[in-house]
């Protein structure tokens, strides 16, 4: 049976987090059973399946590019160490329940049901779920029949998670929902727990737990230095503390407070680097360059400085981005 043998590579994953050859084979022998069973590979030459689908802030990516996540072996691999586990601590923490775990943003993969639950029985994990592509949609309904796991799931919404109103919100143990990209760009992280923050209970775990933007100064290379030294300068942006302004009530402001950075004094420096750091759970991250979602962007200093300060701000409205004015 398919499930059985998700199951066994799933624990591959699992068990091997530290080995990528190891992880980049058993995901890709994933990916090709989600292929010949979703026939996806079909739908690759349709347009209708590149396009991005626009939510009430931010863009939600097509079918096909959700479905290339999977292959973001790291990330995919340490996101499900975090889910596993995590199931696993709500578990100790309620004993004898069923720990319901809400999904905003499933892909055509679904990949942490369609790996997870495999490892668990449907008595002990529910999972509710929400999409905003109807493609996306289908394809994950379709994947989770194939893969006999429908007992597994309670609901599914094709909705825009940044408005939604979660159904009996505060039952559930855990929100995950990957919706972001390297200097949450574009992608509704920031606007999703905006909106589903207030609504879930105080206990609710969410995955990832936070994102992090920040900015590090990098010092010229000396002689015999490898790597160039580096300090961390600022914190731009810390989406939880943001996010802690949100009460169900209080619209998504047009754009967050802007931090700004002076680059005078005595210190020269060689370049800025802008990280985004993502904090899955409890002891895992995702460090620069492991995934595409911690990829960094550096910046040259260019000397002498004509204007010192620079100034970086997130804007929610009319676009989700990072910007940046001197
Ligand atoms: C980065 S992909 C991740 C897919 C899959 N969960 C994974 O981890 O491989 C994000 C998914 O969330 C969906 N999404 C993004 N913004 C959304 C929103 N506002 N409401 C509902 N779904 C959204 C996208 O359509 C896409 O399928």
Redesign the pocket.
């Given at each position: 049976m398919l499930r059985n043998t998700i199951k066994e590579l799933s624990t591959k994953i699992l068990n091997n987090q530290s080995d990528f050859d190891t992880i980049k084979n058993t995901i890709d022998e994933i990916h090709k059973h989600y292929l010949e069973t979703t026939n996806i590979g079909e739908l690759e030459k349709s347009m209708q399946h590149l396009a991005a689908?626009p939510?009430?802030?931010?863009?939600?990516?097509?079918?096909n590019?959700?479905?290339a996540?999977?292959l973001?072996y790291k990330?995919?691999a340490k996101?499900l160490d975090a889910m596993v586990s995590l199931i696993r601590k709500k578990q100790q923490e309620h004993p004898n329940e069923i720990i319901n775990i809400f999904?905003?943003?499933?892909?055509?993969?679904?990949?942490?049901i369609t790996l997870v639950t495999p490892l668990f029985e449907a008595s002990e994990v529910q999972f509710s779920i929400?999409?905003?592509?109807a493609s996306?949609m289908q394809m994950a309904e379709k994947l989770i029949k194939e893969l006999q796991l429908t007992d597994y799931v309670a609901a599914y919404h094709t909705?825009?998670?940044?408005t939604?109103q979660i159904p009996d919100a505060k039952k559930y143990h855990i929100l995950?929902?990957?919706?972001?990209?390297a200097l949450l760009y574009r992608?509704?992280y920031v606007?999703?727990l905006w909106n589903m923050l207030p609504q879930l209970s105080e206990n609710c775990a969410i995955i990832p737990n936070n994102v992090i933007i920040q900015a590090s100064l990098t010092y010229p290379k000396q002689e015999g230095e490898d790597v160039k030294k580096e300090k961390e300068i600022a914190v731009i942006l810390d989406v939880r503390e943001k996010v802690k302004n949100s009460d169900g009530n209080t619209a998504l402001p047009e754009k967050f407070e802007p931090i700004t950075i002076n680059l005078a004094g005595d210190e020269k420096y060689s370049t800025m680097i802008v990280d985004t750091k993502v904090h899955i759970q409890d002891d895992i991250w995702l460090n620069r360059n492991e995934s595409s979602l911690s990829l960094p962007l550096e910046m040259e200093i260019a000397y002498p400085l004509d204007a010192p300060n620079v100034t970086f701000f997130y804007e929610l409205k009319p676009s989700v981005e990072l910007k940046l004015k001197n």
């Open positions: 689908v939510t009430a802030s931010g863009m939600a990516l097509s079918l590019h959700a479905a996540c999977l973001d990330r995919t996101f999904y905003a943003g499933c892909g055509p993969y679904a990949p942490f929400l999409e905003i592509n996306s909705s825009d998670a940044v939604f995950f929902s990957e919706t972001l990209d992608e509704s606007p999703i």
